[in-house]
DNA sequence: CTCGATTTAGTCGTGCACAACTAATTCGCG
DNA sequence: CGCGAATTAGTTGTGCACGACTAAATCGAG
């Protein structure tokens, strides 16, 4: 008999039992978190998250883009047309292989990189977690979605 | 000296460095496993956590049901729409206030708990954590959720 | 070499998510 | 009581996210 509150937990329809509700609670307030920031560079956050792709290994192509971020083409190609149309990036076929597209960084968008370097210092201090828990958090995550990817 | 990988974390712009990043992808990971489970139902996973609140208080407030879910009327009008040209529930204006708009399960709608039943346990068993993880998960999630919410 | 299978981007339709705004109603101060 | 402020749903516009599909290019077995 523990005196603190019951933990039904698994198997339970209640809201707040849910680990994907505090998931995607989560998700959706540090993307909020992130928003006033990402304004001032001109980026949405999937956007953010292309440009840290990019400035990681330029000249990628959509596919490999897709792999790295977990997302689909159909995503993706809007996407990297409004970051073309805000000169951020190029996109060209390979001579190579004319299926594939090649994302480059123009000048702008390799620039980008210098005022987006505080970015993540703030959201880090935003979030509150010690380094441990950071690891932690990050370890459980990692976790989760392997689990829940394959089969 | 560690033998093992830097671990950079703070202030660096790799992707796999950013906790966010791990967040979006296992929240987005997590409701593509739901997929399957809740087309059976015919529920989106954004319906399905509408449902959960409906199932654990009916006669809610579009309003309230925002509170629990952390979502926009903007969001949830046409959501809620969807679900009552569904037959799963009903919308009516509140006599004592009419701005207030009480949403109420319908037999069909308190029907479908039932057979909502076996979900949980089919994505707690995916997710495979032990009871311990699961926990420190929630925690963790709750956490970083209420430090990037306030101020 | 050839032709069907595979790979790669992209389009289209649906459904969130949210900011900005509107309209109706209620509240509360003077 | 009267009227401006606040509350509540809802609409509109933009941008993801993803399934289903298409078109073009490449691969590979025979």
Redo the contacts with the bound molecule.
Sequence with gaps: MSPAAAEPSEGSLLLDDQLCFAL?AAS?AV??RY?PLLDELGL????YLVMLVLWEQDSI???DL?VAL?????????????LEANGLLR?ERRA??????AIRLTEAGAELRDRAGTVPLAIGDAMGLTPEQDALAKQLLRLITANVSDR
């Design positions: 995607y959706r993307t909020a928003r949405t956050y999937p956007q192509s959509v596919r897709g977990q997302l689909e083409s159909s995503t993706l190609s809007p996407l990297l047309k409004r996109r190579e292989d004319e299926r594939s597209v």
